[in-house]
T-cell receptor, first 114, second 110 residues
Framework: DAGVTQSPTHLIKTRGQQVTLRCSPKSGHDTVSWYQQALGQGPQFIFQYYEEEERQRGNFPDRFSGHQFPNYSSELNVNALLLGDSALYLC?????????????FGPGTRLTVL | TQLLEQSPQFLSIQEGENLTVYCNSSSVFSSLQWYRQEPGEGPVLLVTVVTGGEVKKLKRLTFQFGDARKDSSLHITAAQPGDTGLYLCAGSGGYQKVTFGTGTKLQVIP
């Protein structure tokens, strides 16, 4: 049973560029959440997708957008990259019917903005 | 805004010692999770607690959810070098909106 997978593993971009990160949820999961984790800090919630709709959103600007596909996989897009966007981007999957918040995380994508 | 404060932020102990990590909030959560994260990897779920006052054990790790569901603790008995990592608590409100704590970085020295 494959867990949560993310691609790419590492990415280097320059300021002003755009980036797309990808996530495939754990088998049987239909909800995908994205987090940004700066070095030495806890993950910060970006948004959550369920049934191809954004269901929850954290305190992130509109430069951060996402999408969920019919197979439950998801993309995170960040436009007009800033140096401060450098972080580990984590994807987590869960089942949409559970309110218990139990999520399973992927290994993350390390984004470096130069 | 729901905030979760963890203490201590850093902990360096000798192998075999006991330790407790605390996770506190002024908000009530429907459930609380504990994760361990190693450098360059995603957090790995250790436990979910749901009921106020609930205690769960995972080998040498004991997790407790406060009676009012606002706080939690993680106690490790006889710490091992393999316990080294970043410990994160995370509280869940409605529709699985999850707030992570500030993290506790644990180093267990052989």
């Amino acid at each position: 049973d494959a867990g949560v997978t993310q691609s790419p593993t590492h990415l280097i971009k320059t300021r002003g560029q755009q980036v797309t990160l990808r996530c495939s949820p754990k088998s049987g999961h239909d909800t995908v959440s994205w987090y940004q984790q700066a070095l030495g800090q806890g993950p910060q919630f970006i948004f959550q997708y369920y049934e191809e709709e954004e269901r929850q959103r954290g305190n992130f600007p509109d430069r951060f957008s996402g999408h969920q596909f019919p197979n439950y996989s998801s993309e995170l897009n960040v436009n007009a990259l800033l140096l401060g966007d450098s972080a580990l981007y984590l994807c987590a999957s869960s089942t949409g019917t559970s309110d218990r918040g139990t999520q399973y995380f992927g290994p993350g994508t390390r984004l470096t903005v130069l | 805004t729901q905030l979760l404060e963890q203490s201590p932020q850093f902990l360096s102990i000798q192998e075999g010692e006991n330790l407790t990590v605390y996770c506190n909030s002024s908000s009530v959560f429907s459930s609380l999770q504990w994760y361990r994260q190693e450098p360059g990897e995603g957090p790995v779920l250790l436990v979910t607690v749901v009921t106020g006052g609930e205690v769960k054990k995972l080998k040498r790790l004991t997790f407790q959810f406060g009676d009012a569901r606002k706080d939690s603790s993680l106690h490790i008995t006889a710490a091992q070098p393999g316990d080294t990592g970043l410990y994160l608590c995370a509280g869940s409100g409605g529709y699985q909106k999850v707030t992570f704590g500030t993290g506790t970085k644990l180093q267990v020295i052989p």
